[in-house]
């Protein structure tokens, strides 16, 4: 199986602040990675898919980056409605596998 | 639009099989676009796949959960099903039901989610 890590686990900000979140798979699964948002009592909603491609009608704030086993999630200017639990997942091979997500909280 | 809306028992007893149905409405369970799976997300913990099936019958599974699942399609009714047997409390969570791209298993659509409680 592909183990994907997340960090950081906990992420405190401030609302127009610059947050990176970084994602690594155990092995390399070219750009076949997805990042989503949860809320609490809520769905993920696919932000990202194939590592940088924003999915329609996601803000233009968020973007995605790397290849192989590197890849992050940039949000340019955090906003109230971007404090929520972020997860990547690989769609490489089978099985597929999420990271453990990191929450962004307010500061 | 798309609507994936998942049903089922909210309890089940430990030993049981938990059965789950999700009908989805505008949208063909048929197409040969998609592949229909099942997540699940213990309470305060991360996400976990468990399986997706196509309606042509191509299945993958979890291999930690293989034994005890089954995932099948009804295009009668435009619904598509998780059986999951033998359950213990490690299973209590919430259940979501998805819709993954065939060309590249990509999950683009969600469910509302079900909490089922394994408890006796």
């Known amino acids: 199986d592909i183990q994907m890590t997340q960090s950081p686990s906990t992420l405190s900000a401030s609302v127009g602040d610059r947050v990176t979140i970084t994602c690594r798979a155990s092995q390399s699964i070219s750009i076949w990675l997805a990042w989503y948002q949860q809320k609490p009592g809520k769905a993920p909603k696919l932000l990202i898919y194939?590592?940088?491609s924003l999915e329609s009608g996601v803000p233009s704030r968020f973007s995605g980056s790397g290849s192989g086993t590197e890849f992050t999630l940039t949000i340019s200017s955090l906003q109230p409605d971007d404090f929520a639990t972020y997860y990547c997942?690989?769609?490489?091979?089978?099985?597929?596998?999420f990271g453990g997500g990191t929450k962004v909280e307010i500061k | 639009q798309l609507q994936l809306q998942e049903s089922g028992p909210g309890l089940v007893k430990p030993s049981e099989t938990l059965s789950l149905t999700c009908t989805v409405s505008?949208?063909?369970?048929?197409?040969?676009?998609?592949?229909w799976g099942w997540i699940r997300q213990p309470p305060g913990k991360g996400l976990e796949w468990i399986g997706n099936?196509?309606?042509?019958?191509?299945?993958y599974y979890s291999p930690s959960l293989k034994s005890r699942v089954t995932i099948s399609v009804d295009t009668s009714k435009n619904q598509f099903s998780l059986k999951l047997s033998s359950v213990t409390a490690a299973d209590t969570a919430v259940y979501y039901c998805?819709?993954?791209?065939?060309?590249?298993?990509?999950?683009?659509?969600w469910g509302h989610g079900t909490l089922v409680t394994v408890s006796s």
């Open positions: 997942q690989q769609y490489n091979s089978y099985p597929l596998t």
């Open positions: 998805v819709r993954l791209a065939a060309s590249d298993h990509l999950i683009d659509y």
């Open positions: 505008g949208g063909s369970i048929s197409s040969t676009t998609y592949y």
């Open positions: 099936t196509h309606y042509s019958g191509n299945t």
């Open positions: 194939k590592a940088s």
